[in-house]
């Protein structure tokens, strides 16, 4: 297998857990673009990789592949200079905090030998694979209906919220954009694209901040009329009608959970995803059916995104998340931030109009 030379741009968190997961995958040279001296200082210390202060400093040398782990505002503009010079994308979520831009880089990526994909990460969990895939052979018939709950101390697991992006919706804060984009994505997916939505938010809990942290959503996942499957971004929906959706998540509860359940014509199906365990249902007053995937420590699900887009450069495969998947969460969720503050049912706009 060919060794890519990569470039992740951003150092926080999500960037540190991309450059150690490329490294892991055996077929990589990672390097690491950082402002921040003493971050980059520990970086290179503990990989054993080169880091640079800027991106026009990194981008003297060559690279294959850049990874965008910048604050949201930033990734269009950054994926529209890495594109434009040549270099394969992946785009941590969400693709941005608007639209501007993303129709000259989409234009951008047709006319370039480039590939482009949203790192929406749940995409590699093997439960979820799994659940999509029976989805789509109509193991279960249509589904009807999407529930999805989630919730976790978000502190414990980001103690410096409130230093970095999240205390804010310009760059990308808040939970809709922060962790309920990721459940959005996940059910456009399982299902197909979100048509329709009402939003409620509130700041209930997390000290520090104003941005929501507790979120309620319903939606109505659907074919949109007259829209392709080139079009929308989407394989064909295994859903033959409209399928209702609703969401619930906070960032403040003890249990760090996500349950995602299915109601179809002949069954049901659930994933827990917290505990890596796939369940189904076909008849009432029956035992659940279930399949086990874990226990699995957290950076496999982001080495099996790595390797999938390694495996989709080397021509064995498809990005994970197209950019106009990725573009169609983005408008579900300024969607929901403009349903949250006008408290109205929003209309996402066709793609074929």
């Known amino acids: 297998m060919s060794q890519r030379d990569v470039l992740v741009i951003g150092a926080g968190s999500i960037g540190e857990r991309h450059a150690r997961c490329f490294l892991a995958t055996g077929r990589a040279r990672v390097a690491v673009v950082e402002p921040r001296a003493e971050i980059r200082e520990r970086i290179a210390r503990d990989y054993g990789i080169v880091t640079h202060a800027t991106l026009d400093q990194a981008l003297g040398s060559r690279f294959d592949v850049a990874v965008i782990c910048t604050p949201a505002p930033l990734h269009v503009p950054q994926a529209l200079r890495l594109v434009e010079a040549g270099l ?6 969400p693709v941005s905090t608007s ?68 205390t804010r919706h310009e760059t990308g804060g808040g939970a809709i954009q922060d962790a309920l984009t990721h459940l959005l994505n996940l059910g456009e997916w399982l299902v197909g694209p979100i048509s329709r939505l009402v939003c409620d938010a509130a700041h209930l809990a997390l000290p ?13 996942h659907s074919a949109q009329p007259g829209a392709t499957a080139v079009e929308t971004g989407h394989e064909k929906s295994p859903a033959g009608a409209d399928v209702l959706a609703s969401y619930a998540l906070n960032q403040h509860q003890a249990p760090n ?15 827990e995803v917290h505990s890596q365990r796939l369940k189904w249902m076909t008849a009432p007053q029956t035992d659940w059916q279930q399949q086990e995937f874990g226990p699995r420590e957290r950076d496999a699900v982001y080495r099996a995104q790595a390797e999938a887009f390694l495996d ?3 021509g064995r495969g498809h990005v994970a998340c197209s950019l106009r998947e990725g573009w169609q969460t983005l408008r579900v969720n300024l969607a929901a931030l403009q349903s949250a503050r006008e408290g109205s049912w929003q209309i996402l706009p066709s793609w074929a109009g």
């Open 312 to 314: 989709a450069l080397d």
């Open 88 to 93: 394969h994308v992946l785009l941590e979520k």
């Open 208 to 220: 520090g901040v104003t941005v929501e942290d507790t979120v309620h959503l319903l939606a109505r």
């Open 99 to 166: 639209e501007e831009g993303l129709p000259e880089l989409e234009r951008l990526l047709a006319t370039r030998k480039t590939m482009l994909s949203v790192a929406y990460v749940y995409r590699a969990f093997p439960e979820l694979q799994q659940m999509r895939d029976r989805l789509m052979r109509g193991e279960w018939g249509t589904p009807l209906e999407l529930t999805v709950n989630a919730g976790q101390h978000f502190p414990t697991y980001r103690p410096a919220y409130r230093e970095i992006y999240y």
């Open 257 to 271: 959970e996500i349950h995602v359940q299915v109601v179809c014509e002949r069954g049901t199906v659930k994933c």
